[in-house]
């Protein structure tokens, strides 16, 4: 699949008929949630919080890609899932299953190319223990078009950098495999590294360094100068106080890690979710099983810390940020509110990006 193919259905994506996000509420934001009853649902969120829909899903969901244009979004499945829905947000119908094909398993997160034509999502290669990027053609009926290499082990989320065609992929370096569950196999070798692809080559890939080698990369996030934003994991000795955000711009040499000593133990190894400021001047990541998130500004200094009770969604909103919990709390700029369900780890933000 190469980039005269992303053309091509960018071109055609404004003659498909179907609700813009106008239409469903305008929502800023996608979610998770298990309700009281105990079933599952994908939320549209307004920027303050209010419900715009409710979709019922099948089981657990982690996070969603929002179209950029249509009111769709794809419903990812936690991982070792094999089915992602396409949800139509203004009827609630499933408008497509997406299963993973023989051999893979989704990582629970998407990206959109080509203005909205096709979806890559995260994939497991788990006889060969190597990330993939399935395509789906999202303009024909999401019909499955290929895959790309990763170029690392277990990628998690994937994000497009901002006007551009490129994809920076999360390579967590956990192999895994669905007949030993989430059992983490190579530890003692694991490498993660972040990769810049452009049409299925890889333009560049960093590693975080040796003494950082058990930090996985999970989450992240895009600037829209392409600075992204990395929430790490640490698979190392508990109580290890290591940094769990890095940040690094394509060409921009060594990533640099941000840590506050004074919360570091307290975010317990677990960076959740990551997040940039709407106006790019702070970097956010949420530490759920710590009950807390530092917020640092990008240009350098002290971060401000944020404590709420199994915090871990995290997006812009405004100029700030937005952050969900578990136990069904909603922080924005303008004030807190709580809801009747039990967000899911991540906030997506709603927007042609």
Same mark, same amino acid.
């Given at each position: 699949?190469? %980039?005269?193919?992303?053309?091509?259905?960018?071109?055609?994506?404004?003659?498909?008929?179907? /609700?813009?996000?106008?239409?469903?509420?305008?929502?800023?934001?996608?979610?998770?949630?298990?309700?009281?009853?105990?079933?599952?649902?994908?939320?549209?969120?307004?920027?303050?919080?209010?419900?715009?829909?409710?979709?019922?899903?099948?089981?657990?969901?982690?996070?969603?890609?929002?179209?950029?244009?249509?009111?769709? /979004?794809? /419903?990812?499945?936690?991982?070792?899932?094999?089915?992602?829905?396409?949800?139509?947000?203004?009827?609630?119908?499933?408008?497509?299953?997406?299963?993973?094909?023989?051999?893979?398993?989704?990582?629970?997160h998407g990206a959109y190319l080509g203005g909205g034509?096709?979806?890559?999502?995260?994939?497991?290669?788990?006889?060969?223990?190597?990330?993939?990027?399935?395509?789906?053609?999202?303009?024909?009926?999401?019909?499955?078009?290929?895959?790309? %290499?990763?170029?690392?082990?277990?990628?998690?989320?994937?994000?497009?950098?901002?006007?551009?065609?490129?994809?920076?992929?999360?390579?967590?370096?956990? $192999?895994?495999?669905?007949?030993?569950?989430?059992?983490?196999?190579?530890?003692?070798?694991?490498?993660?590294?972040?990769?810049?692809? $452009?049409?299925?080559?890889?333009?560049?890939?960093?590693?975080?360094?040796?003494?950082?080698?058990?930090?996985?990369?999970?989450?992240?996030?895009?600037? $829209?100068?392409?600075?992204?934003?990395?929430?790490?994991?640490?698979?190392?000795?508990?109580?290890?106080? %290591?940094?769990?955000?890095?940040?690094?711009?394509?060409?921009?040499?060594?990533?640099?890690?941000?840590?506050?000593?004074?919360?570091?133990?307290?975010?317990?190894?677990?960076?959740?979710?990551?997040?940039?400021?709407?106006?790019?001047?702070?970097?956010?990541?949420?530490?759920? %099983?710590?009950?807390?998130?530092?917020?640092?500004?990008?240009?350098?200094?002290?971060?401000?810390?944020?404590?709420?009770?199994?915090?871990?969604?995290?997006?812009p909103a405004g100029a700030g940020l937005a952050f969900?919990?578990? $136990?069904?709390?909603?922080?924005?700029?303008?004030?807190?509110?709580?809801?009747?369900?039990?967000?899911?780890?991540?906030?997506?933000?709603?927007?042609?990006?």
């Amino acid at each position: 699949m190469r %980039r005269r193919a992303f053309l091509a259905g960018a071109a055609a994506a404004s003659a498909i008929p179907a /609700a813009a996000w106008a239409e469903v509420g305008a929502p800023a934001f996608l979610a998770a949630a298990r309700e009281p009853s105990g079933a599952f649902a994908l939320i549209g969120l307004g920027p303050e919080g209010g419900e715009a829909f409710r979709v019922p899903l099948p089981a657990r969901g982690h996070a969603a890609a929002a179209h950029p244009l249509r009111a769709e /979004a794809v /419903a990812f499945a936690r991982r070792p899932g094999t089915f992602a829905l396409v949800l139509d947000c203004r009827t609630g119908a499933v408008r497509r299953r997406l299963e993973a094909p023989e051999g893979r398993h989704f990582y629970g997160h998407g990206a959109y190319l080509g203005g909205g034509t096709v979806l890559a999502t995260t994939e497991n290669d788990f006889a060969a223990g190597e990330g993939v990027l399935g395509l789906w053609d999202a303009h024909g009926g999401y019909r499955r078009m290929g895959e790309w %290499r990763t170029g690392g082990t277990g990628p998690h989320e994937v994000v497009r950098l901002p006007g551009t065609e490129v994809l920076a992929v999360a390579n967590g370096g956990i $192999r895994t495999h669905p007949a030993t569950g989430r059992r983490k196999l190579n530890l003692a070798v694991m490498r993660p590294n972040l990769a810049f692809l $452009r049409d299925g080559a890889a333009e560049e890939v960093v590693e975080l360094g040796e003494g950082m080698r058990l930090a996985s990369i999970r989450h992240l996030a895009a600037r $829209r100068d392409g600075t992204v934003a990395m929430a790490l994991q640490w698979q190392g000795e508990e109580g290890e106080a %290591r940094a769990l955000l890095a940040l690094h711009r394509r060409g921009g040499g060594a990533p640099r890690l941000l840590e506050d000593p004074a919360t570091q133990g307290a975010m317990r190894g677990y960076g959740g979710s990551v997040a940039f400021s709407g106006d790019g001047a702070r970097v956010a990541v949420t530490g759920p %099983r710590g009950g807390l998130a530092q917020v640092f500004p990008v240009a350098g200094g002290p971060a401000g810390i944020v404590r709420r009770p199994d915090i871990c969604g995290v997006a812009p909103a405004g100029a700030g940020l937005a952050f969900t919990d578990g $136990r069904g709390g909603i922080l924005h700029p303008g004030g807190a509110r709580r809801a009747g369900v039990a967000w899911d780890n991540h906030l997506v933000p709603v927007g042609p990006g």
